[in-house]
């Protein structure tokens, strides 16, 4: 049996493979940056603005490094930062800019003191040094995350404390004092030394900042469980989904929250969640874990008449069992993100051991799969799936634009090679040269040929 048949047998409803479309993207320029390493994979960041495009990452030598050129331009400027990495691959390096144009540069740490760099001249990364923060709880910090207000005044986020043990604290910096402070005077999400979540990253879709989470009791991934929604206007005074006001900290003893409160070890996964919106704005939850009978489902979830209500939108007949500690290779099952077929219809790309690669297409009302014409997809150019590297498991990453060049039909990405994931250890020789991390700019053209 063919795999597009397969997946008819197993689905809920006959979802459909996507479907090819002829290449409408081209690649119109691409740099070559430096060598990083290649013996472990770990995030690095593109940032693009209308005037200037920065990248960070860890050079050749493990070295935190910055390069940044005036958009379109040939020169680029290169500042090495004191932070060398060693093989966690929760290390990942990211950036932003603040309303006067400063750099903000964070990352390499998973419980470890905060590394933090700020620019004192705009656009000038030789102006990059250490900065400060609040000074308070920066001593086991995991996940840096920027992002914005909806006054567009710079926040920062990340974990303290170990997993199962963390809190998840907020800062908000003023860039006319150049100086940070705390945005809540308590947590946002306190386990109270029993679990601890794993946010998304806040989205803003209407009038509210929507997150979703699970709690996680151990370092083993296997530990997660209860996956919840929060929303807030301000990024201050949050609620649930049907308005209840919160007392912050978020606890786990907050039922309204519950969008599934699946037990440890029943087959959630942190980051395996993914939010979407319907066509009235109202939230959906898409994501994996076990049914009654041990076998891994596809399911999703939106509020309705004062409850969450969940519906399977798989049948298969597969456990996809998983567990341990540190960065996890894939588990045998992956997500991608939600999009919109039509007016009331949402897909999700999926990956799983057993049926392989597909998406599923959705009523996002009745949340059961529908059989629909797959949506057209604008494939990427050939040369950015090519591999560069022989060495036997090196596979191909790549990272989106963290900002906007303002360019019409453009999208920037960066592509390198690394092996998988090894829990965060060392590996022993032989080990793969490092690659060459390459900026790719690439226009949209339609009725281009591949």
């Known amino acids: 049996m063919g795999i597009f048949m397969l997946l008819l047998a197993m689905l809920a409803s006959a979802p ?4 090819a479309k002829p290449n409408t993207w081209v690649l119109e320029e691409e740099v070559e940056l430096g060598r990083v390493p290649s013996e472990f994979p770990v995030g690095f960041c593109l940032l693009s603005s209308a005037d200037r495009q920065y990248v960070a990452y860890y050079d050749h030598e493990r070295r935190m490094t910055v390069a940044s050129r005036k958009l379109g331009a040939g020169d680029w400027q290169r500042k090495t930062l004191p932070s060398e990495i060693g093989w966690d691959s ?3 390096v990211t950036m932003a800019l603040d309303a006067l144009g400063q750099l903000h540069v964070s990352g390499n740490m998973h419980n470890d003191s905060l590394v933090y760099f700020r620019t004192t001249r705009a656009g000038d990364i030789a102006s990059l040094s250490k900065a400060p923060m609040t000074g308070e709880k920066e001593n086991r910090v995991t996940y840096p995350r920027f992002m914005e207000d909806a006054q567009g005044c710079l926040l920062f986020t990340y974990r303290h404390g170990g997993s199962g043990k963390g809190i998840n604290l907020w800062n908000r910096y003023d860039a006319k004092s150049r100086s940070w402070s705390r945005l809540l005077d308590v947590p946002l999400f306190d386990g109270q030394g029993k679990t601890n979540a794993y946010p998304s990253l806040p989205r ?3 009038d509210f900042f929507h997150t979703i989470w699970v709690w996680r009791d151990t370092p083993d991934c296997a530990t997660n469980h209860h996956l919840s929604y929060a929303r807030s206007r301000d990024m201050v005074h949050w609620e649930s989904a049907f308005g209840d006001k919160l007392k912050l ?7 309204s929250l519950w969008v599934d409160p699946a037990p440890a070890g029943s087959g959630m996964i942190n980051g395996g969640q993914r939010l979407g919106f319907d066509s009235a704005g109202k939230p959906v939850v898409v994501y994996h874990h076990e049914d009654n ?18 519906r399977a939108l798989t049948k298969w007949t597969q456990a996809v069992p998983f567990g341990g500690n540190g960065s996890m290779p894939f588990i045998g099952i992956r997500l991608g993100e939600i999009s919109r077929v039509d007016k009331q219809v949402l897909s999700i790309d999926f990956r799983h051991k057993d049926y392989g690669s597909g998406h599923i297409q959705f009523d996002e009302e009745k949340l059961v799969a529908v059989d629909e014409k797959p949506p057209d997809k604008t494939p990427l150019p050939a040369k950015v799936y090519e591999k560069q590297g022989d060495f036997p498991g090196l596979t191909i990453r790549r990272q989106s634009d963290l900002g906007s060049s303002g360019e019409e039909g453009v999208q920037y990405m960066l592509v390198w090679e690394t092996l998988g994931s090894n829990h965060d250890k060392p590996r022993q020789p032989p080990l793969p040269e490092p690659s060459m991390l390459r900026l790719c700019k690439l226009r949209e053209v339609p009725g281009a040929k591949p």
């Open 249 to 255: 900290p978020i606890t786990i003893e907050y039922p």
């Open 293 to 310: 009978k041990g076998h891994m489902q596809i399911y999703a979830a939106r509020p309705e008449r004062g409850k969450w209500v969940k």
């Open 204 to 206: 803003r879709h209407g």
């Open 90 to 92: 929760h290390n990942y």
């Open 16 to 19: 459909a493979l996507a479907a």
